[in-house]
């Protein structure tokens, strides 16, 4: 598991709520019912509005991936690539048949699967491309719900804090209240912005930038299949793939030195 979410929002919550009792502030006096329930089930009652069902069941199941999953490692998928490329070249690409069953990644998995079937290179790479393309839709709809969540709580926000100070001034014949409402009033701006920020803009973020990862995976697959298909050379494939991660391979590099 990839700890910086957790890390973020605990520093994140740990700051606002040090800052408010270092000024003196108490933090249960903004935990009112009616401002959390307006601004939590109103955000989210609006972002089913401008979504399916399925899109908001998608995105909530993204949820646990986004904080929970191990951060993808391309480079085991190289070396994984590699060792098909040299078998493939000693023993031929129908004897990958058993090695195809003991890869855990589902996408290469069924890639190579594909080519062992004799699937042409050029339906195979758009067989792949389009389970990336689909993918990529998926991921990309799964952040947007949670980045639009982060743009209507603030505005949610702003509606219960006018709904309290119209009943404030309701009651302006009892002026000895009128600081604890007015106060009161402004929780529900507070929500809106807190949500927003802490937490639905940051989620989205997260699962956007784990999605990209994971592209980026499934497209080192991809080329290392295509390669192992045409029976390249395994030291190239290697070298081709390690050149496409972002640092370089270089733990990878260090490993076919060894």
């Known amino acids: 598991m990839d700890p910086a979410g957790l890390i973020g929002l605990a520093i994140g919550i740990g700051a606002i709520f040090t800052a408010m009792i270092l000024e003196g502030g108490n933090p249960a006096s903004i935990m009112l019912v009616p401002p959390l329930i307006l601004v939590w089930g109103g955000t989210i009652g609006v972002g089913f509005i401008g979504n399916t069902l399925k899109d908001v069941i998608r995105a909530f199941q993204a949820l646990p991936k986004s904080v929970l999953a191990k951060t993808p490692d391309p480079s085991k998928t190289v070396d994984t690539v590699v060792d098909l490329a040299e078998r493939a070249r000693r023993e031929g690409l129908l004897a990958l048949e058993e090695a195809a069953r003991g890869i855990d990644d589902p ?47 603030p505005t949610v926000g702003i509606i219960g804090t006018v709904i309290s100070l119209v009943h404030v001034l309701e009651n302006l014949d009892d002026p000895s ?35 990209e990862l994971e592209w980026h995976q499934m497209e080192l697959a991809l080329e290392g299949l295509l390669a192992v298909q045409a029976g390249s050379n395994p030291r190239m494939v290697g070298e081709k793939l390690r050149s496409l991660l972002p640092d370089g391979g270089g733990a990878a590099k260090d490993k076919a030195a060894a």
Do not use: C
């Open 177 to 211: 209240s009128l600081g604890h409402s007015i106060a009161g009033a402004f929780v529900a701006t507070f929500w809106g912005i807190f949500s927003a920020n802490i937490l639905w803009l940051p989620i989205g973020a997260r699962i956007k930038r784990f999605a």
């Open 107 to 153: 996408f290469l998995r069924s890639g190579l699967q594909s080519a062992i079937d004799g699937t042409d290179p050029e339906d195979l790479r758009q067989l792949m491309e389009d389970r990336i393309t689909t993918k990529k839709a998926v991921d990309k709809q799964n952040a947007k719900f949670f980045a639009d969540l982060g743009g209507y709580a």
